[in-house]
């Protein structure tokens, strides 16, 4: 009896993982990619095995209906609004309800190479050991939904390549985030 290895996807670039989605959506900056999430959204699989990455990545997700989320040991289920935090290297696996709407955000460190301070020591919530996933009610979707939309208009708008300006206000939005620690 032959045996079979399981190998879990480990994707490096966020362009590498985008085509693994699969998505026509690609990013020119290696460092930063902004992604809104829409209703209905047919251009992402809703469907992705375990995998793990090599960026960080942020999610503010409302009207989540039958998503599923599994990270690290845990599957969340009966979502509604949900906000979640995953550093590098750790494993996540998802189904999207076509009902989801909300931002996306992947991300190096090298898109902050204006910032000097350890970036896990300030942002906490970006554990190197597991997931934080916070469920949101609409209250608290409804305050940082903002702070997101900025970070994607400065993204949209950019006519730099390195998106500066959404750089900036992706830190910004780390800072606000903050009041979750």
Partial sequence: ?????????YYKEINEFLASIPSDYRSSNPFFYCLRLKENEEA???????FRKDFYFIALVTNAGKTKITYDNTNVTKL???L???SPGLLYSFYRDNSANGYLLYFKKE??????????????FFNL?????????????????P???????????????????????LLALL????ILQ
Avoid: G, R, W
């Fill in 84 to 86: 979640v935090f995953q």
């Fill in 147 to 169: 702070h997101f939309e900025e970070v994607f208009t400065a993204y949209e708008n950019s006519t730099d390549k390195q998106h500066k300006v959404a750089s900036i206000k």
């Fill in 111 to 124: 898109c902050f190479s204006f910032f000097k301070p350890v970036f896990e020591n300030e942002f906490s």
């Fill in 80 to 82: 509604n609004s949900f």
């Fill in 129 to 145: 050991l597991h997931t934080n996933f916070f469920k949101l009610n609409q209250t608290k979707f409804s305050h940082f939904a």
């Fill in 1 to 9: 009896m032959e045996t079979v290895k399981s190998i879990i996807p």
């Fill in 175 to 178: 800072y606000e985030l903050k």
């Fill in 44 to 50: 992402i699989s809703n469907y992705k095995p375990p």
